[in-house]
Structures are given as structure tokens and as C-alpha cells.
């Protein structure tokens, strides 16, 4: 069976994958050989009562008792099979345990953000201990999201004003991939995100550090590193390309038309506020879907995005 998981699914990085796999091994098992006998036996009986001759005459046939249940209670069983063990399973998969450290996870358009107990946030990365439980509790700052770690075999809708959530242990050290599953507008195939699993000393260290490890970076560097961190580069070239949103090349001090006719220099104080209001002024041309960055980006991380963009003007 173990075989056959490993060819039809991807690896089981967590508790509840043994579980979930097993019940899809034994519902698509069990269909595969409904579905060879059903065939056979229509083949067979096609084959087996043909007409032979011109006097060949259907018998009427009204039911047959011993028949219908048979084979009205063997599906009912298979049923009830499916049923208990995906109950047992969908039960485990929403009562976390009491124990399990929790973490927020906020999903836009289009990326994830990850809140973590000492007030650090991640992007489009969520850090977490092996061997522990880990709570996700999960909402949505603008459409449906749905947050799926496919190796974990975890998948939960994220919603706009409510708080969903899901938990697992992962098992294995390593990097697992993290999609968005349900259909959020035009970049959502590159809302994507990863899981790193950490041992546990790893992930306090990490915990600890995180963040402080870019207070020796000159500032357009680490705001180079921002925009990719933050995802700012899934809408925003640095070569002149158009995205969903303007390019970064040349936007320094160039002069902006925004949706209402006026026109704006992009200095320090357009591009902050483009940052952390960004339905404040709209771009001409572009439609209103930036989220915005306040609580993500601190003033140090705004300035140093700041500083990065003024190296791509020309
Ligand atoms: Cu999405």
C-alpha cells in the first residue's frame, strides 16, 4: 500500500497523512474493483443472453428480491466504511491539540503572511518545529483564499472577516510547498508560498533571530531583498516590465497620473503611503488590487524599500 501512496500522492511529511492516504487508498481501490466487475459482468451478460434466433423472447422478469438487497446492502456497507473512517479523520483534523503553538496566517491577494508570537512577521514563509503540533489560525484581508500544504494533507478555505483554522505535526525536517487552492484573480497561480521545518532548538533560534539578522545590510540591499521577501515582485517589475502593478524601474520622483486626473510626484512620502494605504491614490491604468503593508512592514523595512527603488531610477 506504502508503494502505491508513494506513486499516486506526495511524500507524508505529517501525522494525519497515514490517515487521510489510507481512506483514499481504500475508496479508490474498492472503486477500481467495482469497476472491473461491473464491466466484465455487462460484457458478460451482453455476450451470454444475445438473441440467437428470430422466436427468442424476453421474459418478463418483474424483481427479484435476493438481488436488489444484496446489492443495495453491500453499497450501503462500503458507505457506512467511508463515512465512520472519514468522520474519525475530519474529527482529528479540527480539534487540535491543547498544546499546539499557534500562529496567524493571513492570506492576500496574492501572497500569505505569518504572524508569529513575538510579533515577527513573515512572507510567503512559514517557519515552523518538527514534532510539534502547530495551529494555524487563518483569515483573509480581501477574497477566498484557501491555504493547502499538499505533504501534510491539509487544505482549509480562508475567508474574509472569520478565522478558519487547521493544525498538523509535521514529521520530517525540510521544505514542504504551500499553495493557495481556490481561484483569488490574476496571480493566483503564484500564490505560493513554503514551509521550512525546523528541529527545535533551529526554531527558536530562528525565532529569535529573525529579522535581526538584515541590521547589517546597507538599506537598498535589504530593501532589495524586501521586495522579493514580500512578494512585492509578483505585481512589480524592476526592469520596466508591466505586471499587474507599475514597474519599479524609473518610478523615483518620475511624475504620476492617478485614476482622478491628478498627477503626483512619486517621492518619499507617495511611495510610503502607496505601501501601507494602497487604495489611497490609484495609479491610472492599474486596478486597485495591492494589499496593503501596515503591520507587515516596519518604518526601517519602508525606508530601506525606499532607498531601493531610488537605485532603479535612469
Ligand atoms: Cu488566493
Not at 27 to 45: D, M, P, W, Y
Not at 137 to 166: A, E, G, Q, W
Not at 262 to 283: C, F, G, H, M, Q
Request: proline fraction near 5%; charged fraction near 20%; include cysteine.
Amino acid at each position: 500500500m506504502n508503494r502505491f501512496s508513494e506513486f499516486m500522492l506526495p511524500p507524508q511529511k505529517s501525522t494525519l497523512a497515514e490517515h487521510t492516504d489510507a481512506l483514499f487508498n481504500f475508496v479508490n481501490v474498492t472503486s477500481i474493483i467495482l469497476l472491473a466487475g461491473i464491466t466484465f459482468a455487462i460484457i458478460f451478460f451482453a455476450w451470454k443472453y444475445r438473441r440467437r434466433s428470430e422466436n427468442d423472447v424476453t421474459p418478463v422478469i418483474t424483481h427479484n428480491n435476493k438481488l436488489e438487497i444484496t446489492w443495495s446492502v453491500i453499497p450501503l456497507i462500503l458507505v457506512m466504511i467511508v463515512f465512520g473512517w472519514g468522520l474519525n479523520g475530519y474529527m482529528n483534523l479540527t480539534t487540535p491539540p491543547a498544546d499546539a503553538y499557534e500562529i496567524r496566517v493571513v492570506g492576500k491577494s496574492w501572497l500569505w503572511e505569518f504572524h508569529y508570537e513575538t510579533g515577527h512577521v513573515s512572507v510567503n514563509e512559514l517557519h515552523i518545529p518538527v514534532n510539534r503540533p502547530v495551529k494555524l489560525i487563518m483569515s483573509s484581508d480581501d477574497v477566498l483564499h484557501s491555504f493547502y500544504i499538499p505533504d501534510f494533507r491539509v487544505k482549509m478555505d480562508v475567508l474574509p472577516n472569520r478565522y478558519t483554522s487547521l493544525w498538523f505535526e509535521a514529521t520530517e525536517i525540510g521544505e514542504s510547498v504551500i499553495f493557495c487552492t481556490e481561484y483569488c484573480g490574476t496571480a493566483h497561480s503564484n500564490m505560493l508560498a513554503r514551509t521550512y521545518v525546523h528541529s527545535a532548538e533551529d526554531f527558536i533560534t530562528w525565532l529569535e533571530t529573525a529579522g535581526s539578522a538584515d541590521d547589517d545590510l546597507p538599506p537598498a540591499e535589504l530593501g532589495e531583498q524586501l521586495v522579493v521577501r514580500n512578494a512585492c515582485n509578483t505585481c512589480h517589475s524592476s526592469d520596466g516590465a508591466r505586471l499587474v502593478g507599475p514597474t519599479f524601474q524609473g518610478l523615483w520622483m518620475a511624475e504620476r497620473e492617478m485614476q482622478d486626473g491628478e498627477v503626483i510626484t512619486a517621492d518619499e512620502n507617495y511611495i510610503r503611503e502607496s505601501i501601507l494605504e494602497p487604495n489611497a491614490k490609484i495609479t491610472a491604468g492599474y486596478q486597485p488590487v495591492m494589499p496593503s503593508y501596515a503591520g507587515t512592514l516596519n518604518d526601517r523595512q519602508i525606508d530601506a524599500i525606499i532607498e531601493y527603488i531610488k537605485t532603479l531610477s535612469n
